[in-house]
């Protein structure tokens, strides 16, 4: 029973264009939502987060947008560049019982070609 | 000056072994976790403790003990090892509970 779902395992761009990663979410108790960035051998390091009260937050290059009718999240990366090559992870939190555990969609590799 | 480090990097094992991982973090968090990226990539939250409380438990083999000796360490035991206990271990930190997560970098764990 999978909660976060990126159905698309992996995602090639040109450099300068953007790049749209998507995520889908079951639970409706969710009101949290986050994107992790992993490099080969490292950690998820945080990339932007939004709150289910809003339907967009920006950051520089990164903007993500929830659409809570359709339980679906995205990321965009403009301009892409090549040090955005990294695998992406959705994870979202929230709920009543809310203990700060986050459920992460299984990732999607990015390349992004110079 | 790495804000949570996780050693070993690498653990290579024969089946049956007992095994520790450590995890170190020095950002001064009160909640701290680990996570299992298996075969499949997915990352599953195994346990999580707060100020040395452990609040999240979930459903992994009671082989996996997790032992907070104080805010800053938590570490992860691993009894009778398998085969298919073989994954990447990440161990994270957050100032509270699902707030800024910061992650270690992994250790790999290989049962053969």
């Known amino acids: 029973d999978q909660q976060v779902k990126q159905n698309s395992p992996s995602l090639s761009v040109q450099e300068g264009r953007i790049s749209i990663l998507n995520c889908d979410y079951t639970n409706s108790m969710f009101d949290y939502f986050l994107w992790y960035k992993k490099y080969p051998a490292e950690g998820p390091t945080f990339l932007i987060s939004?709150?289910?009260?809003?339907d967009k937050n920006e950051d520089g290059r990164f903007t993500v947008f929830l659409n809570k009718s359709a339980k679906h999240l995205s990321l965009h990366i403009v301009p892409s560049q090549p040090g955005d090559s990294a695998v992406y992870f959705c994870?979202?939190?929230?709920?009543?019982?809310?203990?700060?555990?986050?459920?992460f969609g299984q990732g999607t590799t990015l390349q992004v070609k110079p | 000056d790495t804000a949570v480090s996780q050693t070993p990097k690498y653990l290579v094992t024969q089946m049956g072994n007992d095994k520790s991982i450590k995890c170190e973090q020095n950002?001064?968090?009160?909640?701290m976790y680990w996570y299992k990226q298996d075969s499949k990539k997915f990352l599953k939250i195994m346990f999580s403790y707060n100020n040395k409380e452990l609040i999240i438990n979930e459903t992994v083999p009671n082989r996996f003990s997790p032992k907070s000796p104080d805010k800053a360490h938590l570490n992860l035991h691993i009894n009778s090892l398998e085969l298919g206990d073989s994954a990447v271990y990440f161990c994270a930190s957050s100032p509270k509970p699902g707030y800024g997560y910061t992650f270690g970098s992994g250790t790999r764990l290989t049962v053969v």
């Open positions: 939004i709150s289910s009260i809003k």
């Open positions: 950002l001064g968090h009160d909640t």
């Open positions: 994870a979202a939190s929230g709920g009543s019982s809310n203990t700060g555990k986050l459920i």
